[in-house]
């Protein structure tokens, strides 16, 4: 989702990368959030007093002005989990470039090698947080923002005053590809009212790379953070960079000819500036780092701040190289969050914050390893349920512990089909449904019993407040079993009912409701089915909080299932993916293979129905509560559907009662206890030791 006005759009490519053009930059100047042409204005007029008075020999400087760096790593365990050492590289790089001792300087062409600028620029990591906490300036973030990649995903930037924030993603823009936008950054004058997006967005499998197309693209930008603009314009130079020493050019082809005089046949152009959209990006030329000099002594966008003697003792960036004092921040990823028993999943540290010299993993007595103390730990799980693990990392200055719980174990006792999951049955934790909440933030699903799709319950996602575009939360099927389906029940249906609190985008939003399903235990997900766009919010636009209404605003989706599905061990997941402010979300009403059951007044009626202890040894106490009196029996069935036990026959009245379930009689294993009115059933799974 574009949120910009745009002006103007100046493309930096990469061409001929792998045989294709590869846009690889993207500088937006705009009318929104912070952009005006009197800050603009101003902003130039500063920068031409001072370089009127520098000197013009760039020797003269003495000391090299320090930035305080801070790389935020957005990350999902994947590839793009950068380590310290590829950051370490990435930096190096960075400051080659604006010390003019990268390694290309000696391939600048006549007469650029006599207008090589040293912007005598030098990045250092931070040792110190906002806070004054001690820190290495590297700062890992575990979420599905790193898929997404825009304005909305800049989290915990830091304050611009003080730091440069670096942000690295998976994805820019929902593309993760080698091609497309590779980067991008805002001019001071654009972000001078705006200090969250202030900094650098980079994807993250540029970071460290020695390919020579790549390896500059940090100091192009961070050329725009230090209100650097793009060379390219048409030959009249409707759209000036402002420095005197690069001459007009229309753009760069695709050999790098560095004899290239196209807007002035009589004068070379500058196809090896770093800020060009070439694939030299070499230079950058002594006009270019007066022009950065003045942005760091202007106030715009705070930039006259940064390098300050009290700055930098304050973010610890005074002297190169300090002992650091910092203490390793615990996390961790997971390879996976809904898994079957004995499915191996693969847990990696994410710490930050420090380099780590010891860890020790702890899993539950259930797992085939209790404890650990490698990067990487792989364990199965021999009890359903969610599993709790932690893991404590230390150096010398301290430790620290991260505890989760994020990774739900299925004993893989698969319900038949058809079904129907209304939601009617009390609290979350009764629900064979479960939430996965990927980011383990407040924007979760929850089993709300304030209403539903014409009954009493259903599962609520609070969307409204979801922190940023493309969260994705998911509600998961227990396994089960298809084989009853044929063609002509083959489907999958659900109601929902959703709200959007944007009216400027109802329409184009990026919001998404998809159906996903795997036949291996949730090892692959396989697409389905999706809806977007202006149809999906059916509720309209709410401003506040939406609260659905039982009666109003809600709509069926029905999606077939293939036959390569229609086997046992199935799992379904639904998705549910944020957009630009999105409202609340209701799910409810799942029926698959078309099943009857479930529609009538049974499941309306029916408060709570739960078995404690479960799993049961000699005995278990079945609780049923009703709103009003029911006419219905309750059998115990094996797995084979086969009614083992008769428990209760008669009126179950409008009060809580207590039912006896003899498990002593059973044999070990996994049954279904079912309340029936002859017309619907509900159906609990029981447990016998």
């Known amino acids: 989702m574009k949120r910009f006005l745009l002006l103007a759009i100046l493309s930096f490519c990469l061409e001929h990368v792998k045989g294709q053009s590869t846009p690889a930059c ?77 390694p290309e300087l000696s391939a600048v062409a006549y007469p650029f090698d006599t207008l090589i600028g040293n912007a005598q620029i030098e990045f250092r990591l931070a040792q110190k947080d906002p806070n004054g906490n001690c820190t290495n300036g590297i700062d890992r973030i575990y979420t599905q923002a790193t898929y997404v990649g825009d304005d909305y995903t800049r989290i915990n930037d830091w304050p611009r005053d003080k730091y440069l924030n670096i942000w690295l993603s998976k994805a820019l823009y929902y593309d993760a590809s080698y091609y497309g936008t590779l980067g991008y950054a805002f001019d001071p004058p654009v972000v001078d009212a705006a200090p969250a997006i202030d900094g650098l967005m980079l994807k993250s499998l540029m970071a460290g790379t020695n390919n020579p197309y790549l390896r500059n693209l940090s100091a192009h930008m961070a050329g725009h953070w230090l209100n650097l603009l793009h060379l390219e314009s048409v030959c009249t130079d409707t759209i000036n960079d402002y420095v005197a020493d690069t001459p007009p050019m229309s753009y760069v082809n695709s050999a790098c000819d560095t004899s290239q005089s196209i807007c002035n046949p009589t004068v070379r152009e500058n ?29 715009t966008a705070q930039r006259n701040n940064i390098s300050l003697q009290a700055n930098l003792a304050a973010t610890g960036t005074d002297v190169p190289n300090p002992v650091s004092c910092a203490v390793p921040i615990a996390d961790f990823t997971s390879s996976a969050r809904y898994i079957c028993i004995s499915t191996p999943v693969t847990f990696t540290d994410a710490s930050y914050n420090a380099a780590v010299s010891s860890r020790t993993w702890t899993f539950p007595a259930d797992a085939t390893a209790n404890t650990t103390s490698g990067k990487i730990a792989t364990v199965s799980f021999a009890l359903p349920g969610w599993h709790q ?29 058809p079904l129907f999951e209304g939601f009617e049955h ?30 009493q319950s259903c599962f609520k996602l609070n969307q409204i407040d979801a922190s940023y575009e493309g969260d994705v939360d998911i509600l998961a099927s227990p396994p089960l079993d298809l084989s009853t389906l044929d063609s002509t029940n083959a489907t999958f249906s659900f109601d929902y009912s959703y709200a959007t609190a944007d009216p400027n985008h109802a329409n184009d939003s990026s919001a998404q409701i998809s159906l996903w399903v795997s036949s291996d235990c949730g090892s692959t997900w396989h697409y389905l089915y999706k809806i977007s766009g202006q149809s999906i919010f059916n509720a309209g636009v709410q401003t506040t909080p939406y609260v659905m209404d039982p009666g109003q605003n809600w709509q069926t989706v029905t999606v077939e299932i293939p036959s390569a599905y229609r086997i046992p061990g199935i799992n379904f997941e639904i998705r549910a993916k944020s957009g630009t402010k999105t409202n609340n979300l209701y799910i409810d009403n799942i ?20 078995i404690t202890p479960n799993p049961a040894a000699h005995s278990a106490d079945l609780l049923v509560s009703t709103n009003s009196d029911i006419r219905g029996s309750v059998v115990i069935l094996d797995m084979e559907g086969r009614i083992v036990q008769n428990v209760y026959a008669g009126i179950l009245p409008a009060v809580d009662k207590h039912l006896a379930l003899r498990t002593d009689l059973l044999s070990s294993g996994v049954y279904t206890v079912q309340l029936t009115d002859g017309i619907t059933a509900l159906n609990r799974k029981l447990v016998k030791f």
């Not at 090896?272 to 106030?299: D, V």
């Not at 512990?401 to 004993?411: C, E, L, P, R, S």
């Open 389 to 417: 693990i932690s893991l404590q990392v230390s150096n010398a200055n301290g430790s620290d512990q991260a505890i989760k719980t994020i990774v739900y174990v299925t004993d893989g006792y698969q319900l038949p089909t």
């Open 271 to 299: 196809v090896q500036n770093i800020m060009t959209s070439g694939t030299c990006h070499y230079m950058f030329t002594k006009g270019q780092t007066e022009r950065m000099w003045a942005t760091l002594n202007a106030p």
């Open 426 to 455: 009390g609290a979350t934790a009764q629900s064979p449904w479960q939430a996965i909440n990927y980011d383990n933030n407040s924007t979760a699903f929850n089993l709300s019993t304030a209403g539903g799709h014409q009954s």
């Open 26 to 102: 993207a500088l937006y100047r705009s009318l929104e959030p912070g952009y005006n042409q009197q800050t603009k204005d101003s902003l130039e007029a500063f920068t031409k007093e001072l370089i009127s008075h520098h000197p013009t020999d760039h020797a003269a400087r003495s000391t090299s002005y320090v930035v305080p760096v801070v790389f935020h790593i957005i990350h999902d365990g994947g590839s793009e989990l950068l380590s310290d050492s590829v950051i370490s590289v990435e930096l190096s790089h960075l400051n080659e470039y604006f010390s003019a001792s990268n």
């Open 591 to 610: 029926n698959i293979g078309q099943s009857t059951l479930g529609i009538s007044l049974l499941q309306t009626r029916v408060n709570t129905m739960s």
